[in-house]
């Protein structure tokens, strides 16, 4: 066991973690003196770093963690239970301690443990109930009361469990389930070249990440100025992950196919802009001169007035100006050069990823977006190679049944599948297994299908038309007579 826990990771400074409280999940970055609001409960995570992952930890009073021991759970064994629930009353009345007395309780700093004891001694209807009412009401008190905390390292299963009870939104509702099926018919593996097109705030793209292990490429088609990834860097993936991370706009997916795309027309900053900011930051510096030039003269022609002194305290003031203005005018140029910089790099690997797609041989393809699936798949399955999975995700049936038909009038895939994901989640425990009242009512759709080579010469009409001519003249002479 010991050499299994020191293979285990440990909680390091700047990771990102996640905490876990019941069935609630959160994703926090690991800051020394940085307050966390997590369940109406504010505390430090100074205390956890070292720990391995998985620990749990007890909020103490003065907002830090420690480990929580795990030597409870021996008061409630030699309790009494009664045989029914049906004489038991819920009037508000079986609890002699009131809100006052458990904030007092609170304030003396007793532990969550010893509340739920107090409430348990307080209780007149706790005896009469049965043994699972009573398990039922502790674990209630328990989670009301006791300040416990996990710190879990992060993944795509819980991160994508997170997303879907807190923020379902913004990863277009697509359920932890959904986005397993998703990796396994698109075949996402190490060593892979996959194209991923979505708008889920970069889940999707952190999970196939996480699938191919810093091995492969990836290239993301995104819509607007730039990628969305605020869950892909609640991974915590290395710098090694983003080195084979590529992106491209897909507005410049149709020049590309035609041939037209050049490196001009890339998006990026343009490069006049810095060479106006250039230009604006010297016309504000010629105007300051001038000004300061008109200031000047009054100055001069009064100096014969003023005191050594005076004249002294002014020239001081022109000189720090001066340097002011010198210090000003290095840091515009550095903000330039950095900004071009910038341009350059994003420009660089803008080409990168349309010299990758323009070799047409990616290995898979992944679309889980808000936009209308047809357009994105018809558009970009020209990327991928033959004999390559791919599917496509959305929250509704329709706009893949239009995807479905056209993909069958275009031809190029064959193994086309419209299937939806049912989930059910079960309660597993001693004589009270069964399946949970709450579940999820849908959890989506999925068209997948592999691409073969497709033979623009002939159109889907024309192969119709040479299938019924290769009909044998047999069995067209008996379809004649059955029409006589």
Same mark, same amino acid.
Do not use: C, W
């Given at each position: 066991m010991a050499v299994e826990r020191s293979r285990n990771p440990l909680i390091c400074e700047g990771d990102c973690a996640v905490l876990k409280r019941g069935d609630v999940f959160k994703a926090v970055p690991v800051l020394r003196r940085r307050k966390i609001i997590f369940e109406k409960q504010g505390f430090y995570l100074d205390k956890a770093i070292g720990h391995v992952y998985g620990t749990t930890f007890e909020v103490t009073s %003065? +907002?830090?963690? =420690?480990?929580?021991?795990?030597?409870?759970?021996?008061?409630?064994?030699? *309790?009494?239970?009664?045989?029914?629930?049906?004489?038991?009353?819920? %009037? +508000?009345?079986? =609890?002699?301690?009131?809100?006052?007395?458990?904030?007092?309780?609170?304030? *003396?700093?007793?532990k969550g443990q010893e509340i739920v004891q107090q409430l348990i001694e307080n209780s007149t209807t706790f005896r009469d109930k049965t043994e699972f009412a009573q398990d039922k009401y502790i674990k209630k008190k328990k989670k009301k009361y006791e300040a416990v905390i996990t710190i879990v390292k992060p993944s795509?299963?819980?991160?994508?469990?997170?997303?879907y009870a807190r923020e379902p939104g913004k990863i277009n509702h697509l359920r932890y389930d959904t986005l397993a099926q998703m990796l396994t018919l698109g075949n996402v593996r190490a060593g892979n070249k996959m194209l991923v097109m979505e708008t889920c705030a970069g889940l999707l793209l952190g999970a196939v990440m996480e699938r191919m292990g810093g091995y492969g490429s990836i290239i993301q088609m995104y819509p607007g100025g730039g990628p969305v990834r605020a869950a892909t860097s609640c991974?915590?993936?290395?710098?090694?992950?983003?080195?084979?991370?590529?992106?491209?706009?897909?507005?410049q997916v149709d020049s590309l196919l035609r041939g037209t795309l050049s490196t001009e027309t890339l998006p990026s900053e343009p490069e006049g802009a810095a060479v106006a900011e250039e230009e604006t930051n010297g016309l504000v510096d010629e105007k300051q001169t001038s000004i300061q030039g008109t200031e000047e003269e009054p100055s001069a022609e009064s100096a014969m007035e003023i005191n050594q002194t005076e004249e002294q305290e002014t020239m001081d003031i022109n000189a720090e100006d001066a340097e002011c203005k010198e210090s000003k005018e290095r840091e515009n140029k550095e903000n330039v050069r950095e900004k071009q910089r910038k341009q350059w790099e994003r420009r660089k690997k803008l080409i990168e990823a349309a010299a990758l797609l323009r070799e047409k041989n990616a290995d898979g393809l992944l679309v889980a977006s808000k936009f209308h699936p047809t357009p994105l798949l018809l558009s970009l399955l020209e990327f991928v190679a033959p004999s390559r999975p791919f599917v496509a995700y959305c929250q509704y049936k329709e706009p893949l049944l239009e995807c479905y038909t056209k993909l069958r009038e275009r031809g190029g895939v064959v193994n086309l599948k419209l299937s939806e994901t049912w989930l059910r989640s079960y309660q597993v425990l001693p004589d009270r297994s069964h399946p949970k009242l709450t579940m999820s009512g849908g959890g989506g759709y999925l068209l997948s299908g592999i691409t073969v080579v497709l033979d623009k010469g002939k159109s889907d009409s024309s192969n119709l038309e040479a299938l019924t001519m290769e009909e044998p003249s047999s069995k067209r002479c008996k379809v004649e007579d059955l029409h006589c």
């Open positions: %003065d +907002g830090n963690l =420690q480990p929580k021991r795990e030597v409870e759970e021996t008061s409630t064994e030699t *309790k009494e239970a009664g045989t029914d629930n049906r004489n038991i009353v819920d %009037d +508000g009345k079986s =609890q002699k301690l009131t809100h006052d007395d458990i904030k007092a309780l609170k304030d *003396k700093g007793i795509t299963r819980i991160l994508s469990t997170m997303y991974f915590g993936f290395p710098k090694l992950f983003f080195n084979n991370l590529h992106e491209f706009p897909l507005s």
